[in-house]
């Protein structure tokens, strides 16, 4: 069983960056895909950005391709989610998320489908 932490959240301008880090222990942290959700106030948690276990390939949402960036290093257990050119309306409590095991790119996008996820981190973006 993996556990995750988050970190790197904060208080940024609109237009900013930050790089959050979510770091794994308890498990093989190579075995696992990872996700990022992120959950603003009054709304659903919803997808961000997912890299595989195995090749890193990246999957994004719509609203973020260009501006984050999902990266991961197995040797030091972390994945990032790089972000940049931060608007307000992103402000929300990032959280990441592992799974092992997934049968299609469409099912990295589905919170349901994560069997591991942290507790969160802040991030706002002031307008």
């Known amino acids: 069983q993996v556990q995750l932490v988050e970190s790197g959240g904060g208080l940024v301008q609109t237009g900013g960056s930050l790089r959050l880090s979510c770091a794994a222990s308890?498990?093989?942290?190579?075995?696992?895909?990872m996700g990022w959700f992120r959950q603003a106030p009054g709304k659903e948690r919803e997808f961000v950005a997912a890299?595989?276990?195995?090749?890193?390939?990246?999957y994004y949402t719509d609203s973020v391709k260009g501006r984050f960036t999902i990266s991961r290093d197995n040797a030091k257990n972390t994945v990032y989610l790089q972000m940049n050119s931060l608007k307000a309306e992103e402000t929300a409590v990032y959280y990441c998320?592992?799974?092992?095991?997934?049968?299609?790119?469409?099912?990295?996008?589905?919170?349901?489908?994560?069997?591991?996820w942290g507790q969160g981190t802040q991030v706002t973006v002031s307008s």
């Open positions: 890299i595989t276990r195995t090749v890193g390939s990246t």
């Open positions: 998320a592992a799974v092992i095991r997934v049968n299609t790119d469409y099912d990295l996008r589905q919170m349901r489908r994560y069997d591991y």
């Open positions: 308890g498990g093989t942290f190579s075995n696992y895909n």
